[in-house]
């Protein structure tokens, strides 16, 4: 996971989300289309300037139009049948919410969309045109950017995070109703313990800057992305992971040693990662075991064959997910 797609938003605006950032991500790459590049807060633009992290990418024209027609039909489906995910969203009238003008102030730039997708937004009335693009409301935007943001990622033989939990369930659940050869996919998921300061808060941002130019901890993190990858491949390939495993272990307790800096004390943080997985690929236990040896199994994940290579059919890939919002306050 050396470069990232991140989303929903351009910016991060949550601090101590860019520390963990900082530690372990070699490249984050926001979706900033060169019309959005206008409306950057100027804090942000001194960051991104002032270290290596962050990289922003310029979304092209195919990869709108492919997420504006999957979007599309995601969306339909939930228009068609909105009880079926009224539980993932924090309303009880999906529809009205949705068509309702005054909740429709998320902005997605024109730059990330098709007229597929815009036409599909005013004709359903959960959409109107702004200066820039789409206002949408929140739980739109937000599905839309996923969607985009996957759909990058599997183009650059990459993978997607995000900080926002909120919509994780309900696009888990819609990527579930996905169909390889006419099989049913599953997701299965992966937590991966990673170590945090345990006053994170009081740290000023500078110096997670500077430790992140340091040599020694710049070939730490490479070779904790050399070893999660290929911890990640050997479970996607149905090999034994168990020699992998003992190298991820590794590395991450040699990068994790660079945070004493900040003092002996550090608190746990789950890196989770989701995968598509055929159901009748589900099968062996003795990766289940080995995984829940690393920081605590979430769902099922087993063998994958040959998914990503299935370019004709839409797929999940690799997708991650790290939220601060529940760190495990035990050392």
């Known amino acids: 996971m050396k470069s990232l797609i991140y989303y929903p938003t351009f910016e991060i605006n949550n601090i101590n989300w860019l520390k963990f950032a900082l530690l372990y991500i070699k490249e984050l790459n926001p979706i900033i289309p060169n019309t959005g590049k206008s409306s950057l807060n100027p804090n942000f633009i001194e960051f991104m300037n002032n270290n290596n992290l962050i990289k922003p990418y310029q979304p092209r024209y195919r990869e709108g139009v492919n997420a504006s027609l999957e979007a599309a039909s995601e969306i339909e489906t939930i228009l068609r049948y909105p009880n079926r995910f009224i539980r993932y969203l924090e309303t009880s009238n999906i529809l009205e919410d949705w068509r309702n003008i005054n909740n429709q102030n998320y902005e997605i730039y024109s730059d990330k969309y098709s007229n597929v997708w815009d036409q599909f937004c005013v004709d359903s009335g959960i959409g109107h045109s702004s200066s820039k693009g789409i206002k949408v409301s929140e739980d739109v935007a937000i599905i839309y950017m996923s969607i985009l943001a996957n759909t990058i990622a599997e183009g650059r033989g990459v993978s997607a995070i995000t900080d926002n939990k909120k919509y994780n369930n309900l696009l888990l659940a819609l990527r579930q109703t996905d169909k390889i050869d006419q099989q049913k ?14 006053a994170l808060e009081e740290i000023p941002l500078s110096e997670f800057i500077n430790l992140r130019q340091k040599d020694s901890f710049n070939r730490k993190l490479m070779a904790f992305h050399s070893t999660l990858d290929s911890y990640l491949d050997s479970l996607e390939e149905d090999a034994s992971t168990a020699d992998y495993l003992d190298s991820l272990q590794y590395s ?80």
Do not use: H, Q
């Open 252 to 331: 991450i307790k040699e990068l994790t040693s660079e945070i004493v800096v900040f003092g002996l004390s550090s608190i746990s943080v789950g890196l989770g990662v989701w995968f598509a997985v055929n159901d009748k690929n589900i099968t062996n236990l003795e990766v289940l075991k080995e995984v829940s040896s690393i920081g605590g199994l979430v769902g099922g994940v087993a063998s994958i064959k040959n998914i990503r290579k299935k370019t004709e059919t839409k797929r999940f890939g690799r997708k991650f997910l790290s939220d601060l919002t529940k760190m495990d306050k035990l050392i």
């Open 185 to 198: 996919i599953t997701l299965a998921s992966d937590v991966i313990n990673l170590k945090l300061p345990r």
